[in-house]
């Protein structure tokens, strides 16, 4: 099994910075994709930024320039996502996912597998 423990949420004032940590353990690929996802009230949930293993990173056009996500440079299956001059509209759950390939037999065939951590709360002030 895989757990995802996350860290970092809170209540910050429009333009300021908050820093969330999410942090994989157990069987996860040593190849995977780590990503923050978020959700407002009323909303479907929407990527914000993911990072890969081998170093790729994609953003939501809405938080690029702002918001950096980076891995752990000791600890790999650790994300980091730094979110700068946050607004009002940032305010949701955030929720860290890693998604792999898992090799389940000696022919190589491979299951996608993905998990989910529980969310962090983020609120902006006006």
């Known amino acids: 099994q895989v757990q995802l423990e996350e860290s970092g949420g809170g209540l910050v004032q429009a333009g300021g910075s908050l820093r969330l940590s999410c942090a994989a353990s157990g069987r996860v690929s040593g190849t995977n994709t780590m990503g923050w996802y978020r959700q407002a009230p009323g909303k479907e949930r929407e990527l914000v930024a993911t990072?890969?293993?081998?170093?790729?990173?994609?953003y939501a056009d809405t938080v690029k320039g702002r918001f950096t996500i980076s891995r752990d440079k000791y600890a790999k299956n650790t994300v980091y996502l730094e979110m700068n001059s946050l607004r009002p509209e940032d305010t949701a759950t955030y929720y860290c996912k890693v998604e792999f390939n898992w090799v389940i037999n000696v022919e190589g065939a491979s299951r996608r597998m993905e998990y989910w951590g529980k969310g962090t709360l983020v609120t902006v002030s006006s």
């Open positions: 990072s890969t293993t081998g170093g790729s990173t994609n």
